[in-house]
């Protein structure tokens, strides 16, 4: 793993959950649950904040670049190659 990698996800984002975490596998991609409300971008932060913290990367490490108002995203890691991100959130989800 390089610091050079950068991979990107596809996500399902539900926001307002009881709970934020990362539920499990949605088609080519994660489900994702927020508990901030979809609000003046609350949720899109608080995502950032999640993955960076379940992924092991900074918060400068997960950017969002496609769905900022949608629940679909997509997000793009960096210092991170696919097959360790896809790892990290099976590791994440089975956490719940």
């Not at 996500?11 to 990362?22: H, N």
């Not at 997960?62 to 896809?86: C, M």
């Amino acid at each position: 793993m390089t610091a050079l990698a950068r991979t990107r996800i596809g996500l399902r984002v539900s926001p307002g959950a009881a709970r934020s975490g990362v539920v499990g596998r949605h088609g080519d991609g994660w489900k994702v649950r927020v508990a901030a409300p979809a609000e003046s971008g609350k949720a899109n932060d608080a995502l950032v904040r999640l993955l960076a913290e379940r992924l092991g990367l900074p918060k400068t490490g997960v950017e969002l670049v496609s769905g900022h108002t949608r629940r679909d995203k997509i997000v793009e890691l960096s210092g991170i190659d696919d097959a360790e991100a896809q790892r990290r959130l099976a590791k994440a989800e089975e956490a719940r």
